[in-house]
């Protein structure tokens, strides 16, 4: 089985303590401009893509829809996680040079499918 190298990197972000994880969490990073990149669960409520995809256009953050709740929260030692944000702009870069060769939806700003 191949190994997902963006689930990799998030779990090397993790580690290294540069994730936001949770809805409260995520959405705190984002309005004190700490977030470079936030990520979405597949699976989250239409309510909850709706709240990034217009909290992120307005803050100019990368959003992107990306993975299943358990792979994300699995990817960075946690249950389940509907989202996730990105607080060092390298590791951002790196994710979103992933997603982009992926298959991932994206929307800058908005979250992006």
Known sequence: MAQNKTLSLLGLAQKAGRIASGEF???KAVKEGRAFLVIVSEEASANTSKKFVNMCTYYRVPCW???RKEELGAAIGKEFRASLAVLDEHFAEAIAKRLEE???ERSVGECQD
Do not use: D, M, V
């Open 25 to 27: 969490s995520t959405e």
């Open 102 to 104: 992926g298959s991932a």
């Open 65 to 67: 829809k990306y993975g």
